[in-house]
């Protein structure tokens, strides 16, 4: 049986989380602890050893749960700065999307799909049954899968901000290491928040510019 995209995202989803756990432990516990640990597992002291690498994987494997835990609306949310039926890009497909990419024949769409949609979940309808053709297109299938993995990582990226938040509060940790990894969270967001928006109008593009070039009727 076959992976789905989901499947063949986690590893890099895993990974993504355990990278920031391990990251912003360094950053929170502050560099002279960081150091002193680096110096004891040098020295072969394994008990400290199987604390470094056991504590990231289980803060990345709870993170990891409740990052899909996260109503995948939410996700979106924090994606497209957007609530309801206007949130997706597909809600845009026949408005926006399918004027502005030069690859999508629209006049001929339009002669093979009638009038095009106005509604933002009229839009998204029509797109998604268009899709279901054409989900196996090797074009589609890597711009979703992208798309897929980046909203992922945006709910980890959103579960680890609150978080930090939470630990620096109840902790006590120094204001300056809880900004300052605040700061690299947020930068990061940002630029998962472009590459989940890019790669979900790239998915919307693709499809329609497939459609239009395809001789079946829809």
Partial sequence: ????????????????????????????????????????????????????????????????????????????????????????????????????????DASRLSQQIGEFPIEPAKQTALWYSIYRRHMLEPAVEDAHRAYLLYREMIGVIGTALVAVLLMGLSLQIPWRLTAFSSFLLLFEYLVVMLASRHSGEHLVANVLAIASASTDAL
Avoid at 2 to 25: D, E, H
Avoid at 38 to 59: F, R
Avoid at 84 to 98: K, T, V
């Fill in 1 to 104: 049986m076959s992976k789905t995209l989901k499947q063949r995202n986690r590893p890099q989803l895993i990974t993504f989380a355990i990278v920031n756990v391990a990251l912003l432990g360094i950053i929170e516990l502050g560099p002279q602890r960081a150091l002193t640990l680096a110096d004891e597992i040098t020295k072969g002291n394994w008990a400290t050893l199987g604390k470094v690498i056991a504590t990231p994987a289980v803060a990345a494997l709870v993170l990891g749960m409740i990052g899909w835990a996260v109503p995948r609306e939410w996700k979106e949310t924090l994606i497209f700065w957007r609530i309801g039926d206007r949130c997706l890009p597909s809600s845009r497909a026949f408005s926006r999307i399918a004027g502005s990419d030069p690859r999508i």
